[in-house]
């Protein structure tokens, strides 16, 4: 953390204290100690907050973290994999609590876990809520990950603005909450195993933006001219937008691309040499980013000839280590998943879905493969032990891929139009299949297209 941020938040409302060097916050218990020291009561509804925050309230509702418990996806996976695999094995038994702490934060704290169905409607349900996030008041140590926020329920709200009044709660600006590091309490995720599962702010931090002074809520929570409660003052407000990988607009262009061959006219015994170029000018960590255990973002490439006849490109491999993770073949992956299910013979389901009409073998895929304690692929970012090849596209970074084509003796003379999809998929789609997760979990979403021609000539 910045000496910035000592200087002008914490004093107001905190004690801070420096030992050896590191901060400690007294502020009570964090991360996995924090759990069963609150109860619910501690925390308001959002309900409560709706009557006079109405706008950011309806915002928030739209967004995945007011369903960070309840959406089919997450109950799956908690419910069906992860508290099974939690009991049958003490290296990960603490994620049976631990899940809450970012996806229930007000559930863990109440000790209220493993907490009930959604469809209980308990109040899990509020998931990353209002009165959770505006009563974090700062992190202990160093880095911001596992929900080691510290938190201070009660009638002050933290908020990004000084001075302003409420008839319902006092208010005390807290800097913290313009910051990456709040949303890193969430965003970096660490396994049993002490590997970075998820890892949004590091990415962040390292990259661009945060070296030019560009946090997440200036692309996550834009300021628009408006007012933050109906009897408020007009202002710049922060937008409760938080859109991610389920927003399609926010998906869109995510990456741009475009493309070129090496020569426009090719002799029809020769190879044609394509090359693709995909900038990461939109996204300020990598894409994918987060659960990147379950994204696959592929790059499709097609030609078609002057007759009509169309052909899949597979792309020339680079020759780095692990690459095979990131070329579309027909593998079996998740093995793990057989823990929780009892059985331990599972022999996986396709790793990348080949066979969908948008992939094919050969296509490069950007993923970073995550490996359980036996070696083998997972999509279980708590049994993860081993992190595989980091072939996803970074901020403002730009990677090539080339195309080398022979031509086949049948291709018509004339003109060639070469054309490339880069696809994205936000939970691959045989475990998608495989667990019964809504189809729109595993729909493919075009990021960008690009075409391009060459003449064949005999
Ligand atoms: C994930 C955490 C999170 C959740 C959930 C959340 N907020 Fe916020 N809120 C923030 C952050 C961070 C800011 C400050 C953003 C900035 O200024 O860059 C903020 C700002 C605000 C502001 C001041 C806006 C302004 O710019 O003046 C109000 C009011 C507010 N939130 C109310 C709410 C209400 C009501 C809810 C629930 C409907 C809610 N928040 C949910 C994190 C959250
Ligand atoms: C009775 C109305 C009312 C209710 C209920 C209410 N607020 Fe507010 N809140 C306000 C008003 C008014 C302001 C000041 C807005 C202004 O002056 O622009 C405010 C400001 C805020 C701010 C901004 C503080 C800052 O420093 O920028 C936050 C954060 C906030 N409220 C959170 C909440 C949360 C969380 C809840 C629910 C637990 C809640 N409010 C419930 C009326 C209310
Ligand atoms: C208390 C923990 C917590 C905090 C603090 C938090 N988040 Fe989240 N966030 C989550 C969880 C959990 C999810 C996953 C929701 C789900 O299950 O799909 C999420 C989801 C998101 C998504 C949606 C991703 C998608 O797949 O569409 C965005 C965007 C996001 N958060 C941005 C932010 C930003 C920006 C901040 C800081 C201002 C922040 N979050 C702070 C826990 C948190
Ligand atoms: C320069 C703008 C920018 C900044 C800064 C930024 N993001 Fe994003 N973020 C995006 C865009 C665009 C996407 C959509 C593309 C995608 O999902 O990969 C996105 C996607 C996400 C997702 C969904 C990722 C996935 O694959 O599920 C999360 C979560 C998220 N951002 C959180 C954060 C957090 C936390 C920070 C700060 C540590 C942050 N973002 C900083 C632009 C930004
Ligand atoms: C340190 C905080 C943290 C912990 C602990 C955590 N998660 Fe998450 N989880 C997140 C965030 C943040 C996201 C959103 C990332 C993104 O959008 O890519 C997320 C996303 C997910 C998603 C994907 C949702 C989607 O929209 O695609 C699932 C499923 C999930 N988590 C389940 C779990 C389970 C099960 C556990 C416990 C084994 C767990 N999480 C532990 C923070 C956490």
Known sequence: MSARCLDSVWPLVLLVMMVGGQEVIAGGPTGDAAHGTRSYDDYERPQVCRSCHDDLFQQWSQSMMSQAFTHDWDEIEYFQLAVPHAEKDEVVAGVKHGCNGCHAPTAFLAGDTPPQRPDKNTRANE???????????????????????????????????????????????????????????????????????????????????????????????????????????????????????????????????????????????????????????????????????????????????????????????????????????????????????????????????????????????????????QGRMTIQQWNTKSLGVDYRIGPRETKVETFTWELPDEIAEGRVTVQAALNYQRLVKPVADFLDVPEEESRIQVINTATTWFEVYE
């Not at 996030?133 to 080691?148: A, K, M, Q, S």
């Not at 929780?340 to 992939?359: K, L, T």
């Open 127 to 373: 998931s990353v809520h209002c009165d959770h996030c505006h009563t974090i008041t700062g992190f202990e140590g160093d880095v911001p990950y596992n929900f080691n926020w510290v938190t201070k329920p009660g009638r002050v709200k933290q908020g990004p603005k000084p001075g302003l009044v409420s008839p319902h709660h006092d208010t005390v600006e807290n800097e913290f909450l313009r910051t990456g590091d709040f949303c890193g309490t969430c965003h970096n995720e660490m396994s049993p195993y002490g590997v970075w599962v998820k890892s949004t702010h590091l990415e962040w931090k390292e990259g661009p933006y945060f070296a030019q002074g560009v946090q997440c809520q200036d692309c996550h929570m834009p300021k628009a001219p408006g007012r933050s409660a109906k009897m408020g003052e007009e202002g710049m407000i922060a937008q409760h937008l938080f859109h991610g990988a389920h927003d399609p607009g926010k998906l869109n262009g995510a990456i741009e691309m475009r493309m070129n061959p090496l020569e426009r006219e090719i002799p029809y015994d020769a190879a044609a040499v394509i090359k693709v170029q995909l900038f990461n000018g939109k996204c300020g960590h990598k894409v994918p980013s987060g659960s990147v255990e379950d994204r696959i973002m592929w790059l499709h490439v097609t030609a078609t000839d002057s007759q009509g006849k169309t052909w899949h490109l597979r792309v020339d491999p680079k020759g780095f280590e692990g690459e095979k993770y990131t070329i579309a073949a027909d593998a079996l992956a998740y093995q793990d998943m057989g823990i929780a299910r009892d059985d331990p013979d599972f022999e996986g389901v396709q790793r990348d879905g080949v066979g969908m009409e948008e992939m094919d073998i050969g296509d490069r895929i950007f993923r970073m493969p995550y490996f359980d304690p």
